[in-house]
Nanobody
């Protein structure tokens, strides 16, 4: 089992920034991919970004590329999502997930473990 805890969500004005963190514990040796997804009520969980931990490879959704940056502190089993130039359409609950394999990193159905989610609201 891998336990994931997200933090860092909140309310921010359009154009502002937030940094989300995801701390992994438990069987962290199972982690091959870590990803961030987001979800709004009534819609499917949407891919935001994912990182293959070794060799380190990062993927981004077109909607966030150039604005969001996914980084990792291997020693702390912590991953961070830096979100800049936020837009109202970025408003969602953001979830951190982990896969034990590397195929289908953009599909939430492939992830084995999830955190509880953290709310991000972009509004003036």
């Amino acid at each position: 089992q891998v336990q994931l805890v997200e933090s860092g969500g909140g309310l921010v004005q359009p154009g502002g920034s937030l940094r989300l963190s995801c701390v992994a514990s438990g069987r962290t040796s199972d982690i091959y991919v870590m990803g961030w997804f987001r979800q709004v009520p009534g819609k499917e969980r949407e891919f935001v970004t994912a990182m293959i931990w070794s060799p380190r490879t990062v993927y981004y959704a077109d909607s966030v590329r150039g604005r969001f940056t996914f980084s990792r502190d291997q020693s702390l089993n912590t991953a961070e999502l830096q979100m800049n130039s936020l837009k109202p359409e970025d408003t969602a609950v953001y979830y951190c997930g982990v896969m034990r394999g590397a195929y289908g990193v953009m599909f939430h159905e492939r992830y084995h473990y999830w955190g509880q989610g953290t709310q991000v609201t972009v509004s003036s």
